[in-house]
């Protein structure tokens, strides 16, 4: 939360805005994110009117994905940039702006998870071939081994005949 108090009473014009943020297994544990390292939001917000603030934000950091050929992890630099709108009388769900503080926590995590890719796939990636109880089959090899080989080699000389 930041406190915005000074704003609310006019004692200032804008406040600068320098945090560094920390996200724990659990609150990316619903999403494709398997961590975040280094979250940094640097910016200001300025009132605009009675209830309404205007934020500039730049949220750097590192998001680590899961490469969609190798199940390996990929670091996916973010570099995002906000300029928005923020009203005290927003959504009643999920207000951003309660009494003199700004939920600063949840605007930066909605930004990282809107930039989450598809996939990645890493540079020097090769595919799985097998794992846990599986492995990958050449479809070649696949019909040469096949319970039903003999069947289609009768298949085959019936049409010969």
Request: hydrophobic share 35%; glycine share 4%.
């Amino acid at each position: 939360m930041f406190d915005i108090s000074a704003l609310k009473s006019s004692q200032v014009s804008s406040l600068n805005i320098d945090e560094d943020f920390s996200f724990s297994s659990d609150d990316v544990k619903d999403t494709d994110i398997v961590r975040l390292e280094n979250i940094h939001a640097s910016g200001k917000i300025e009132r605009i009117e009675e209830t309404t603030y205007k934020l500039d934000l730049n949220i750097k950091g590192n998001m680590v994905l899961l490469c969609a050929r190798s199940l390996e992890e990929v670091d996916y630099p973010l570099n995002i940039t906000i300029s928005e709108n923020i009203s005290e009388e927003t959504s009643e769900d999920l207000p951003l702006i309660t009494q003199n503080m700004l939920d600063l926590r949840s605007i930066v995590w909605e930004n990282i998870v809107l930039e989450v890719p598809l996939r990645v796939i890493k540079e020097d990636a090769s595919f799985i071939t097998e794992g846990d109880g599986w492995n990958l089959v050449d479809e070649y090899k696949s019909q040469e081994n096949s319970p039903f080989s003999e069947l289609s080699n009768l298949l085959d000389m019936e049409g010969k005949e």
